[in-house]
């Protein structure tokens, strides 16, 4: 059976016309429909409605919606990257083409950042795009295969290593060590 797309947005039009293009260009995937982040979040989590992973199972692909009801598309993928275990790909699909939202969102770690089109033939584009690359292309890692990470890692801790709060590595500290032979 393929691996299931999660859908994330509010918009029945937007859903409709977005699972029209992909059936269009041959995306035969399954793809489960929520309409707000907070039910992503609780997908994701299985819990509530959502809790029969046969019924429910763990998405390939994530394509969310920035402006969402209750819980926002950024604060869904905070969510998603703060979560153990293998990273999900998500994919912001937004009528907003604003800078502050495309930074924000991959500074908070999108896969990619997509503009919806406003014609169906450009949406057909878009669509083969996500099956090109995201579905056909892109390797993932098995469910299976992928193992917990210990905790977060403090990235500017690790980065600074000894130096001083505040203050990245510099060039004059030798920070590895020495491979003798």
């Given amino acids: ?20 293009a ?6 035969e995937n399954p793809i489960q429909v ?6 992503a979040i609780d997908y994701l989590a299985a819990t509530g409605k959502f809790a029969d992973r046969e019924t429910f199972p763990l998405p390939c692909l994530m394509l969310v919606d920035l402006k969402l ?16 275990g293998p990273a999900r790909v998500v994919l912001i699909l937004s009528a907003s083409a604003q800078d502050a939202d495309t ?4 500074r908070l770690g999108v896969n990619g950042f997509l ?6 033939s450009k949406l057909q584009e878009m669509a083969r795009a996500i099956k090109d690359f995201w579905l056909t292309h ?17 990235s500017r801790r690790a980065l600074s290593n000894h130096a001083p709060e505040g203050q990245g590595p510099s060039l004059e500290t030798n920070h590895f060590s020495k491979i003798e032979r």
């Fill in 1 to 20: 059976m393929l691996p299931t797309i999660l859908q994330v947005d509010d918009d029945p039009n937007d859903v409709f016309f977005l699972q029209h």
């Fill in 22 to 27: 992909l059936r269009i260009v041959g995306v």
């Fill in 34 to 39: 929520v309409s707000d982040g907070q039910l």
């Fill in 69 to 84: 009801p209750h819980v926002m598309g950024l604060d869904v993928l905070t969510w998603i990257r703060q979560q153990s």
């Fill in 103 to 106: 930074s924000a969102a991959y």
């Fill in 115 to 120: 503009v919806k089109p406003s014609e169906a």
């Fill in 138 to 154: 892109n390797t993932r890692p098995s469910e299976a295969s992928v193992k917990p990470a210990a905790g977060p890692i403090n």
